[in-house]
């Protein structure tokens, strides 16, 4: 067989209206959303923060890195809750352009840094997509390994050394199931991941509320770290002006934490039944499940070590229940709990692994390389490279690979200032999605041979103040100016960049910016007939249909807001 036949077999099968648009290659999964794919309600908002934002390991572990500052419980808690709150805005700026027009984190990029310009930010993003699913993959694994431990506990002493001591038999053998596990769910569509959601986060919720009240109850109170934070942490405590820069580097890094999901929301707001769907429920659950999950794992951890102090910090949850069942002697009760607690913590691994970083990578994939990606393919690819990423390696304390990769909030912050300037103060939430998808000079969002020149100079300029400081925190250099400016990177580097874009928007503002089309071309407000391709608008009883007021009222908008540009 050929090459060129191997690759025409490799090329994506496409329907009857994935076609090539003025240039731009389209897919059902980078094309616009119709209302039949749209099935996202508040309750499903609600249960992908609860996965993929707060009630997962990440959220649970959140009080390790905020103590090793050198604050107490309750002055990590005040930033967590400070933290997470501005986290919730940034979230609302960044998924309404999702939520309104239906399109994903690829094509939305296009209106900010041009059609070309935009390549930037996927290869950006999906390299971090290509990191972060590998290393969620390993913490899944470390949670197949307790459950299969509490079910055998003879699995634990299949600990043959590998990878020059970085893990054993049993953990990669755990890595192995929970990749394989996430391999059905890329499978499903996105638009049906809603009662997943759900399913998870009521699991995670019951799990870890039942770890804080055994907790409190064996340890009779919150446990010796709430008590003695700085003896148990390991610092000395923040005081005077070390406390204030404490504080201000521990919101820039709750923002930075989470930095990377922030970028890609309109990857999951398009499938907003309607725009408003988004906004309350994200508003609430961002900063309170984080706020109350951050909260449990700490006073958990704080009991823990009392109950067990010659373990350390069980900051893991895994770690945690091997600890238990070992403590317990392998009982038989105590491993049915240690299963049951395992299973709350793969699934709610299983939402974050794949729908916020595997599907992440494929949505991104499908947008740079339509003809060879649709979402299921880029999915599977990004799990496959979890193994060459090796995740073992990069969770090495002698690694500086992830240092490295979290440092990249630095660059993501600039991006997402300049996304909510674009979109809100510039273009006025309007686009026009003919112009998105048209790989030519008469794109409005052509700008200067397919890049917009304006925005990676300002991106730069919000960049450059803090790469001093991030070269030495990589090399663990004392360059304290450097690195007090650096800690404040995310929250300095957004602010500038917002006032820079705008403000050069001010003086020389871009040209056609508000332009919407003057019809639904791609059929996103309104359902197409199967025999038809024309848009066929839908009138007042629109409800009997799966619409509603809310979506006649985006018709209507598309159709009238042309005139009064």
Same mark, same amino acid.
């Given at each position: 067989?050929s ?7 490799l ?6 209206e ?14 616009p ?12 908002f ?53 939520a ?6 690829p ?10 310009g ?18 969620q ?11 299969i ?10 600990n ?10 049993s ?8 990749a ?46 709430v ?8 610092? !000395?405590?923040?005081k005077?002006?070390?406390?204030? =820069?404490?504080?201000?580097? %521990?919101? +820039?890094?709750? $923002?930075?934490? @989470? ?9 999951y ?21 984080t706020?109350l ?16 102090p ?6 893991q ?5 091997t600890?238990?069942?070992?403590a ?24 974050i ?29 990004? !799990? ?7 995740? =073992?390696?990069?969770?090495? %304390?002698? +690694?500086?690979f $992830?240092?490295? @990769? ?9 991006m ?25 000079p ?8 397919g ?5 990676f ?11 001093p ?45 508000t ?36 979506d ?6 598309v ?7």
């Amino acid at each position: 067989m050929s090459f060129h036949k191997i690759l025409n077999l490799l090329k994506v099968q496409r329907d009857a209206e994935d076609v090539a648009h003025d240039g731009v290659y389209l897919n059902k999964d980078t094309r616009p959303l119709p209302p039949s794919r749209r099935t996202y309600g508040p309750w499903s908002f609600i249960g992908l923060w609860m996965v993929t934002g707060s009630f997962n390991i990440g959220g649970y572990t959140t009080g390790s890195s905020i103590l090793s500052l050198g604050l107490n419980v309750w002055q990590a808690m005040l930033v967590v809750i400070i933290g997470h709150c501005l986290v919730a805005l940034v979230c609302l700026g960044t998924g309404m352009p999702g939520a309104e027009w239906h399109i994903g984190f690829p094509i939305l990029q296009r209106s900010t840094w041009g059609i070309r310009g935009s390549i930037f930010t996927l290869c950006l993003r999906i390299l971090l997509s290509f990191v972060w699913c590998s290393v969620q993959l390993w913490w899944g694994g470390k949670c197949v390994k307790t459950f299969i431990g509490a079910i055998w506990p003879s699995f634990y002493r299949v600990n043959h050394p590998l990878a020059g001591g970085t893990m054993d038999v049993s953990d990669f053998v755990g890595f192995l199931i929970f990749a394989l596990m996430c391999c059905p769910v890329v499978w499903v569509p996105p638009e049906r991941y809603h009662k997943f959601f759900i399913v998870c986060s009521i699991a995670m919720i019951a799990c870890v509320f039942a770890l804080l009240g055994w907790a409190v109850n064996a340890a009779h109170g919150p446990g010796a770290l709430v008590h003695n934070t700085s003896e148990l942490v390991g610092v !000395i405590p923040a005081k005077g002006s070390a406390l204030g =820069w404490a504080f201000v580097y %521990g919101i +820039s890094s709750m $923002l930075g934490g @989470i930095a990377v999901h922030l970028f890609n929301q309109s990857d999951y707001t398009r499938f907003a039944r309607r725009p408003k769907d988004q906004i309350l429920s994200q508003a609430l659950i961002v900063p309170l499940g984080t706020i109350l999950n951050a909260l449990i794992g700490i006073i958990v951890t704080s009991c823990a070590a009392q109950l067990y102090p010659t373990e350390g910090l069980l900051w893991q949850p895994y770690d945690l229940f091997t600890a238990i069942q070992n403590a317990s002697g392998n009982s038989s009760r105590t491993r049915a709990a240690i299963a049951f607690a395992s299973i709350a913590f793969i699934l709610a691994q299983l939402g974050i692994a794949v729908v916020e970083n595997a599907l992440s990578g494929g949505i991104d994939l499908a947008g740079l390389l339509p003809r060879w990606f649709t979402l299921r393919r880029g999915g599977y690819f990004t !799990i496959a490279l979890a193994f060459v990423f090796q995740p =073992w390696q990069l969770l090495n %304390g002698a +690694s500086k690979f $992830l240092t490295v @990769i979290g440092t990249f909030s630095t660059f993501l912050s600039p991006m997402i200032a300049i996304m909510i300037a674009d979109y809100f103060l510039v273009r006025h939430r309007k686009l026009s999605l003919t112009n998105l998808f048209t790989n030519s000079p008469h794109s409005i969002y052509w700008f200067n041979h397919g890049f917009h020149v304006r925005t990676f100079i300002c991106w730069l300029i919000g960049v450059l103040p803090f790469t001093p400081g991030l070269a030495a925190s990589v090399r663990v250099e004392n360059l304290h100016g450097w690195t007090k400016l650096y800690n404040m990177g995310f929250i300095l580097g957004f602010v500038i960049t917002f006032v820079l874009y705008y403000g050069s928007n001010l003086i020389f503002p871009i040209p056609y910016a508000t332009i919407v089309d003057e019809e639904d071309v791609f059929g996103t407000f309104t359902e197409r007939t199967e025999s038809q391709h024309e848009v066929s608008f839908v009138g007042p009883d629109a409800e009997k249909n799966g619409q509603d007021e809310e979506d006649v009222k985006d018709v209507k908008d598309v159709k009238d807001v042309q005139a009064s540009v």
